[in-house]
């Protein structure tokens, strides 16, 4: 356990209040890794277990109530359990839940997508974010006839063997643990907003595809300016490169139409997940007519081409799509974007005005929806609640000090309020003024139990 954490007033306060999830902890120890089921849930010592939710908030099974600012990963624009969405489900649950075969709501579902995307002349969808990933860059290899894939260090696109290198480790591009060296070598990773960089990797190789997360790694987390993604976009079009956008996280947030909306740009690939299947499992990647073509077996055969291969036993499956389908069109059909980032910007104030108050050097700062805490860096003075990420390196913005954002978020957790393990998240359009005057509180009390243990100068 972390050595800040002995004899700690935080995890006291936080193991008297979660005695259930403690229990429920100790056994999955004996059935998962680490007793969890996703990387991110990882916490010491121990996460918390959630057994009900509704909009901006969730219960655990203590019956503690939480600020929710996870929101499914990202998942959950319209807050948990929104009634339009929890009716489609219902009604498609009581018409089966697999039918091995082709049926309406996944062409409902694909009509949704469109109607918010031009970009999206045809549309396949998968399971998971990474299987999108995985099928786009296959597809802009295919299509090019290409092998090397241009990414931004820090980016994430999945966990698939492409992409396993330059979200937290292995900026070089050098293989991680089970990976292929040559799979890791027909990768270029290259720092974000560097168009010098960029500008010489596109002109000595010969990229099949460049892809980014449009709004910069973890959603904003290391911000991209919409001028370095318009120049991409030119740029790949001038050297024949595919322009992959990975929206798993920005699609239907930044705007109903995604970042692409937002920013005026039109990629050749995109791809799909997290709002897009309304909070259950779901992605699809969208794009080009003549590139999804290769996945089409009359198309296929007419160009005298090898078709690609794609199966997927839940692809479309009909409750994914009629929760899609649900929650794109209340998006299409309403603010709820607009409305999650106006409440996010108004988070983001009220929470500097605390960090201002408190006089400690810290920031929280984002874009759209999404909101990221800066908790100081070697080097780095700040004024507090005055920080302005734009224009600072990837290795000050994620030099998060390990042990005070872990300390922080167990005090967040026992004052009620569930953020990411980088102190950011997601607000939905669920979250109301009180959501952000009580979240301000939580962090008020957080610092000043950190202050109480000397994690902070009086």
Do not use: C
Request: hydrophobic share 45%; aromatic share 8%; no cysteine.
């Amino acid at each position: 356990m972390n050595d800040t954490l002995t004899n700690s007033g935080v995890l006291a306060a936080y193991r008297a209040r979660t005695p259930g999830s403690a229990a429920l902890a100790q056994e999955a120890a004996s059935l998962f890794p680490s007793g969890i089921t996703h990387d991110s849930r990882h916490l010491e010592p121990y996460g918390v277990y959630v057994s009900r939710a509704l909009g901006p908030h969730k219960w655990d099974v203590d019956g503690n109530r939480y600020t929710d600012f996870y929101g499914g990963h990202g998942a959950l624009l319209l807050g948990h359990n929104h009634p339009a969405v929890a009716d489609a489900v219902a009604a498609a649950l009581a018409d089966g839940t697999h039918f091995g075969a082709s049926h309406p709501r996944e062409l409902a579902w694909a009509r949704a997508v469109q109607r918010l995307v031009p970009s999206a002349e045809r549309v396949r969808f998968t399971s998971s974010g990474t299987e999108a990933t995985l099928m786009a860059v296959r597809l802009a290899r295919a299509f090019t006839g290409r092998q090397t894939l241009l990414r931004f260090q820090g980016h994430f696109h999945g966990w698939h063997d492409h992409m396993a290198a330059g979200y937290t480790s292995h900026y070089d591009g050098s293989p991680t643990p089970g990976v292929l060296p040559g799979v890791a070598e027909k990768s270029i990773l290259v720092p974000p907003n560097d168009l010098t960089a960029l500008r010489a990797a596109l002109e000595t190789n010969e990229v099949a595809a460049a892809i980014l997360e449009p709004t910069g790694s973890s959603f904003g987390q290391v911000p991209i300016d919409a001028a370095f993604v318009r120049e991409l976009r030119r740029l790949t079009e001038a050297h024949g490169t595919l322009l992959i956008m990975d929206e798993v996280v920005s699609g239907f947030r930044a705007t109903k139409g995604g970042a692409q909306a937002a920013y005026d740009v039109r990629p050749d690939l995109s791809s799909f997940a997290k709002i897009l299947a309304g909070g259950l499992p779901g992605a699809a990647v969208a794009g080009r007519k003549d590139i999804l073509d290769q996945l089409d077996f009359a198309m296929s055969a007419q160009a005298g081409r090898e078709k690609i291969q794609h199966q997927g036993t839940f692809n479309a499956n009909p409750i994914s799509a009629a929760a899609g389908t649900a929650a794109l069109t209340v998006i299409a059909d309403s603010d709820a974007a607009d409305r999650a980032s106006a409440t996010a910007q108004a988070l983001r104030k009220a929470v500097n005005a605390v960090f201002a108050a408190e006089q400690v050097g810290w920031g929280m700062y984002g874009t759209f929806s999404g909101f990221h805490t800066f908790l100081g860096a070697p080097g780095v003075d700040l004024a507090p609640g005055a920080f302005v990420a734009e224009g600072r390196p990837m290795a000050v913005l994620k030099s998060q000090p390990a042990a005070l954002s872990h300390k922080l978020r167990l005090a967040l957790l026992v004052n009620g309020v569930d953020v990411n393990g980088r102190i950011g998240g997601f607000v939905s359009a669920t979250h109301t003024a009180d959501d952000v005057a009580n979240t301000a509180a939580a962090f008020q009390a957080a610092i000043r139990m950190l202050r109480t243990e000397g994690e902070l100068p009086e």
